[in-house]
């Protein structure tokens, strides 16, 4: 399983980024996806799931009506559009896979592989 995010960098507060995920190594239509951070001295944070065929999402409150999961079956590809960035919103954002093809993504513990991540900075 290899997950490799991109699209990290640093942002003015209010501007926006999409990060990207390419996924190889597994069945990718047949597990749950998410995305999420963590911030220096802080746990890492569930941000954002995305169902097998795209049809359900979860989102934190953090993020909600900001930030937006997707995902492209056919390319192997998960995306978060992140909007209206604020400088809390700075933090490593890492790409997850579920651990098997029955489980809900909803907490570090149903991970079955990161990827390495990828800065954001928001600057105010």
């Known amino acids: 399983v290899q997950l490799v995010e991109s699209g990290g960098q640093e942002v003015q507060a209010g501007g926006s980024l999409r990060l990207s995920c390419a996924a190889s190594?597994?069945?990718?239509?047949?597990?749950?996806m998410g995305w999420f951070r963590q911030a220096p001295g802080k746990e890492r944070e569930l941000l954002a799931v995305?169902?097998?065929?795209?049809?359900?999402?979860y989102y934190a409150g953090s993020v909600k009506d900001r930030f937006t999961i997707s995902r492209d079956n056919a390319k192997n590809m998960v995306y978060l559009q992140m909007d209206s960035l604020r400088p809390e919103d700075t933090a490593v954002y890492y790409c997850?896979?579920?651990?098997?093809?029955?489980?809900?993504?909803?907490?570090?513990?149903?991970?079955?592989?990161w990827g390495q991540g990828t800065q954001v900075t928001v600057s105010s």
């Open positions: 995305i169902s097998r065929d795209g049809s359900n999402n």
């Open positions: 997850a896979v579920a651990r098997a093809t029955d489980v809900a993504l909803r907490a570090q513990s149903d991970v079955g592989s």
């Open positions: 190594g597994f069945t990718f239509s047949r597990y749950e």
